[in-house]
């Protein structure tokens, strides 16, 4: 990793989550056309893509990459899909980031999307049961928050983790949520009226869990080199960039209450950017169920094992708490178009590094993280930016 | 199967008879349930099946109240991991369990013949 080049974020631009008439390849397009603008660069100046997609397929289309480079003008470019379930943003982000800082590639495209909304309810949860071990999980009766109810009884039983505490996580990212204009659900929410919401895998109720969204996120990511020939303005530099595999299946690790892909990914990032995790301003997490985030900030290092449990509640991780997490309202506020999700984190990163997250602003953003897990934690992604 | 590895139809074929299968090491004797090429202990290349016995404890569950494709029928029930013999784990469910009193961590609980998918326990009540 010491003879990896600098690399910037030279722009990132998503669409509104939700529920979209568009279909996947049109939110692709309309996010990475965003991205190019703002990037103030011509098309022909990307030179290879990764488009991140998990179920493509779910619309008839696969192979989306051509497509989308077709649409920009520019069908002679390289692209891939790479999925990677509810990681494939971060996963695409990471393989795009190897390629420009080992020097091989100047200028790339990253972009992640999704359809899914147009699935009825039990197409779109057997769909994503389908990202864990089918063999071991889906075909054996769990769903995708059956997984994540059992790591939340494992955290209860061995932490004293309350449903309270939970839910007070759901509060707080809607409550970022609601300042997101591109936030799918835009709507301040109670500590009561989560625990009284449905349960869909106990302890686990609906409004601890994200929604299924529509959406799209594209990053485009540059070469010192590119950003000095082109006089382009230096705003974001990527810092560190960590990458891990986990256990595929929930019953084969030791510890079903802690992710060791979060934990080795955040500390090669940490590493790489040669700092230390208190020096993170504010983080953006994969918190697909509120136990997700709480796993989250123990394993990246932000709290000790056991003591992220009560962050949201005691207001800790709010907007103008001591460490900011999910600002934009996270997977549970904001949505989680699966393959949008990693390349979305990266959006809200860059506009909180470049002072222009308006009403959610976070005071003093100069470094933010971004972590993408998919499934249980099979994959994770955890990305450093720092502001130039 | 062989070609000294575990594939998934060596599992799914046993659990139906309520026989819970694992691969063995040749070489250290680590045990797993799993699909598996190489241990995950040594790395050899050369791992047999062997059963393992079919009871153990629940370390953790969930009630399913909405479920994926071939359980739609068969909510609520729990969804378990189970803690097998010298800490060998593997996943399962139990049916018509519509709450989470009615278990708890640590319930023993056995494997069960059934022509249903997934590994079907019952509760060993003592």
């Not at chain 1, 928050?145 to 007070?168: D, F, Q, V």
């Not at chain 1, 595999?245 to 690790?253: A, D, I, P, V, Y």
């Not at chain 1, 991780?317 to 904001?334: C, D, Q, W, Y």
């Not at chain 2, 059963?51 to 969804?79: L, R």
Request: net charge negative; charged share 20%; hydrophobic share 40%.
């Amino acid at each position: 990793m010491e003879n990896m080049n600098k690399v910037f974020l030279l722009s990132a631009a998503g669409t509104k989550y939700g529920k979209a008439n568009l279909t996947a390849r049109d939110l692709s397009m309309l996010a990475s056309k965003r991205a190019i603008e703002n990037a103030g660069i011509n098309p022909q100046n990307i030179q290879a893509a990764f488009v991140a997609n998990a179920f493509g397929m779910a619309e008839k289309q696969g192979h989306l990459g051509p497509l989308l480079m077709s649409s920009l003008g520019i069908p002679h470019v390289p692209s891939s899909t790479i999925e990677a379930a509810c990681c494939s943003g971060g996963s695409a982000f990471r393989e795009a980031y190897i390629n420009v800082a080992s020097g091989f590639y100047d200028v790339m495209l990253v972009v992640g999307t999704e359809k899914i909304s147009h699935l009825d309810t039990l197409t779109a949860t057997t769909y994503f049961s389908y990202g864990g071990d089918y063999c071991f999980e889906g075909n054996s009766g769990a769903s995708f928050p059956g997984l994540y109810a059992t790591m939340a009884r494992s955290h209860m039983n061995e932490y004293g983790t309350t449903e309270e505490e939970l839910a007070a996580v759901a509060v707080k990212n809607h409550d970022n949520g609601v300042l997101n204009d591109k936030a799918h659900l835009q709507k301040k929410i109670t500590i009561d009226e989560v625990l009284k919401s449905p349960i869909v895998a106990d302890p686990l109720k609906l409004y601890d869990s994200c929604p299924f969204s529509d959406g799209a996120a594209a990053a485009i990511i540059a070469s010192e080199d590119f950003m000095n020939k082109n006089n382009l303005q230096k705003r974001v530099s990527i810092k560190g960039s960590g990458r891990s595999g986990g256990e595929g299946s929930l019953h084969t690790r030791k510890n079903i209450n802690s992710l060791e892909s979060t934990v080795r990914a955040s500390r090669e990032a940490l590493k790489q950017a040669g700092i230390n995790i208190k020096k993170i301003d504010f983080a953006e997490v994969h918190d697909c169920f509120t136990i997700a985030e709480i796993i989250a900030m123990e394993d990246i290092g932000i709290f000790e094992k056991g003591e992220a449990s009560k962050a949201a509640l005691e207001g800790r991780t709010a907007i103008n708490g001591e460490i900011p997490i999910n600002p934009s309202g996270g997977l549970k506020s904001k949505g989680h178009p699966v393959g949008a999700t990693g390349v979305g984190q990266i959006v809200e990163v860059y506009e909180q590094l470049t002072e222009s997250s308006t009403q959610r602003q976070v005071k003093n953003a100069n470094i933010g993280l971004t972590h993408n897990v998919g499934a249980t934690g099979g994959s994770c992604a955890v990305h450093i930016f720092e502001r130039e | 199967m062989s070609d000294d590895s575990v594939f998934v139809e060596d599992i799914i074929e046993a659990t139906k008879e309520g026989i819970i299968r694992a691969y063995e090491c040749t070489k250290c004797n680590n045990k797993g349930v799993a699909i598996q090429a190489f241990c995950k202990k040594c790395g050899n290349n050369k791992l047999a099946i062997t059963e393992i016995n079919n009871v153990g404890k629940v370390i953790t569950y969930t009630i399913q109240t909405v479920a994926p494709d071939p359980f739609v029928n068969e909510v609520p029930y729990a969804w378990i991991i189970v803690e097998l013999e010298n800490d060998i784990r593997t996943t399962g469910w139990i049916p018509f369990i519509s709450s989470k009193d009615e278990l708890k961590i640590g319930q023993k609980v056995k494997l069960v013949k059934s022509y249903k998918p997934g590994m079907v326990f019952e509760k060993i009540i003592e």
